[in-house]
């Protein structure tokens, strides 16, 4: 009777410890059953593409969940034929520096056609020997990043050449918040190519249906089909699913880097260092003028929220492949180092507007903008503008929430999860 009373209370016991288990696994089977839309294209939709001639539009983070290339996976399959690849900036080997451009190349006697060379845009030329086009290229979810101007481009092209055009879906790597201004007119070129806020919260899939949908693309009809992803949820960042993060180019070497890329790639368009000739770029920023203890002590009174933000010294130097000639080359910058600690709660444009601020206050003789592009890179020269006459960060948000209120709006009708 003893011997059975501690069978049942050890059979207890387990059944207790499989309900616990039980609770925790619909959150683990989420992290683990992500499908890309290049997994779903192989297992679902083969007919699409199959005895079609196709132009691939990818570089080498274009892989399936498995960490294969999308390319050589297809080139397995009967019945595939790829006529040309298109690569975007960085190249398909996202291996040239950003801004720099890259040259026409082939792999497995495939060509491989630069959209960051002669032209940004296919040709005819290119175009005359496909019947099908495939994008699958991985973005970062901020709206100066190149890949989603390279898809406004193909879209374009693929339109006036009467080519269908599927688009491969792949998670937004930073979720679905929405933030910052929306782009003007005015200040529309290939780091900004439509009227989309500096964070968009979309996914490439649902914003070929946004530039097709809203016809920013032009007038003319474009036969379009998303493969959407399955399992995925915006409120979840890339980390949040079991995928290795391959860098979709040479300066977002990992997750993190991307959260807090909307924030710091205002730099860009200023006399500070945004990280680029060392490891951790976009992590750290500097300049040699900068004191980072008074940079702190002023970002923590404007408040911000998930981020640790330490001080920092630094030296950038030529990285061959990811900074040639970078700001300060060789000389020690002074700064700080921006550690995410909760994604979800970090709001990189609002940061970013507030650094920005803190660094013109504090420096006002020293700190410097390129006026052109920093515009470009918020979309919006009153942004600047306001910056310059020391408006408080939230007048400046209060600024553009309208905008951003109505893009909100348009944005609804072309979510697809």
Known sequence: MKKLKTYLGFLLLIMLQSCSTADKTPESKKTQD???????????????I?????????????????GVLIIDTLLNIDGINIQAVFSPEHGFSI???????????????????SLYGKTRKPTPEMLKNIDLLVFDLQDVGTRFYTYISTLHYVMEAAAENNIPLVVLDRPNPIGGQVEGPVLLEEQKSFIGIAPLPVVHGMTAGEIAGLFSGEHWIGEKNISLKIIKMKNWERSRYFNDYNLNWISPSPNIPDVKTAVVYPA?????????SDGRGTKMPFKQIGAPFILPQELIRLLDSLQHK??????????PVNIPGMADNPKYINEKCNGINLIVTSEKDFQPVEFGIKLLFSLYKLYPEKFNFDAG?????TGDKEIREMLLMHKMPS????????????????RNKYLLY
């Open 34 to 48: 992500l499908l890309m839309g290049s997994d779903q294209l192989i297992r679902e939709n083969l007919d699409l």
């Open 50 to 66: 199959r005895n079609k001639r196709l132009g691939i539009i990818a570089n080498k983070a274009s892989v399936l969940s498995d």
């Open 95 to 113: 291996n040239t520096i950003a801004g720099e451009e890259v040259s026409d190349s082939a792999r497995d006697g495939i060509p491989i056609y």
């Open 264 to 272: 710091a790639g205002f730099l860009e368009g200023t006399n500070i």
């Open 306 to 315: 998930g981020l640790s933000i330490n001080p920092v010294t630094f030296t």
């Open 373 to 377: 592009y920093f515009d470009n890179l």
């Open 395 to 410: 007048e400046i948000e209060q600024y553009w929430q309208p905008g951003l209120n109505k893009f909100k709006q348009i």
